[in-house]
């Protein structure tokens, strides 16, 4: 009984090893069908190239000239270029600052940026003068509205009478000293360093002025000195022109030829066009016994004036007036 026994344990303790190592067998095998399975769907995977939706131009794109929406298509490329576009709408409406073939990737460093896309329609960014008296006390930030008040001192020459009044109403601040309204995100991270760019005392005010009133800016910050007043944003109250007189221009307007219908009042780029002189800006247009005579030259008439000794009828004559003298000359 005993010798059965042990034989029985003896046949079970060698099945227990034969089962053992063929399961050692299976096991071996699995991970190398599993390597063998799975090879192909990721050298399939290797052989599709990864691409990108990148905004291209549909037709060449003129330097300076505004991107419509229909001359640009979204392509998939291998490639990603840094600066590219995603979506049409981002880049629609934008202006290159060169010229763009058709089929070329569109990127930010393209397109104009800064602070000229910060400037209206109609309006121009001009730059004044400052200081920390002028600018508010170095208050003054981009994006706050002033009001420009000038102070005309008399010296004699080209101010009758010293004077100060406001020259432009709720002007937008673009720029002030080194801080700008242009959009893009401040590249200093230093926390040192942007407390000294506040404290940095300003030399330059950008404004955003109507085109038809920088004269009037520039010819103040040339003969007077400015001064910025900080009003609030929500104050939206001007004065009004009707009650006061358009300054004359320096250039006049053409005359208009009988029949012609009468034209409207100089505005925008023609207003500026025809410029503004000193002593206007000054005396608000009215004649001063102080201004400077002059020169005026006009064409006389062979029928109406004696030809001068000496001098063959047939040439053109022209009286030259300056002051109080007359002088009469042939050419």
């Given at each position: ?76 490329l291998t490639v ?74 008399s010296d004699g ?135 400077p005579a002059l ?37």
């Amino acid at each position: 009984m005993i010798n059965l026994t042990k034989i029985v344990a003896a046949i079970l303790v060698l099945l227990a090893i034969v089962l053992g190592g063929y399961a050692w067998m299976l096991g071996r095998q699995a991970p190398a069908k599993t390597a063998a399975a799975t090879a192909p769907s990721e050298q399939t995977k290797s052989q599709q190239p990864l691409t990108y939706a990148v905004v291209v131009a549909t037709k060449p794109l003129p330097a300076g000239q505004v991107i419509p929406a229909d001359a640009l298509r979204i392509e998939r490329l291998t490639v990603n270029p840094a600066g590219a576009f995603q979506e049409v709408a981002t880049a629609a409406g934008r202006v290159p600052v060169l010229d763009l073939s058709e089929g070329s990737p569109l990127m930010e460093n393209q397109l104009v940026s800064g602070l000229a896309l910060r400037v209206g329609e109609g309006e121009r960014a001009i730059a004044i003068k400052a200081d920390e008296i002028m600018g508010v006390g170095n208050k003054i930030q981009p994006g706050d509205f002033v009001d420009v008040f000038i102070t005309l001192k008399s010296d004699g020459k080209d101010v009758d009478r010293s004077q100060a009044r406001l020259l432009l109403s709720r002007k937008r601040v673009l720029a002030f000293g080194s801080a700008s309204l242009d959009g893009l995100p401040s590249k200093t991270v230093d926390k040192q360093q942007q407390q000294a760019q506040r404290t940095e005392a300003a030399r330059t005010a950008v404004l955003a002025v109507p085109v038809d009133d920088v004269n009037r800016l520039t010819i103040g910050d040339a003969t007077g000195r400015l001064m910025l007043a900080l009003r609030n944003p929500n104050d939206m109250a001007e004065p009004d022109p009707k009650l006061f007189a358009d300054l004359p221009t320096a250039l006049q307007p053409a005359s208009i030829r009988p029949g012609e219908p009468r034209r409207a009042p100089l505005e925008g780029l023609d207003r500026a066009q025809a410029g503004l002189t000193t002593v206007d800006l000054v005396t608000g247009g009215k004649a001063t016994t102080g201004r400077p005579a002059l020169t005026e030259a006009r064409a006389i008439s062979n029928s109406t004036r004696a030809p001068l000794p000496g001098i063959a009828r047939g040439g053109l004559q022209v009286e030259v007036i300056r002051g109080d003298r007359s002088e009469t000359m042939s050419y």
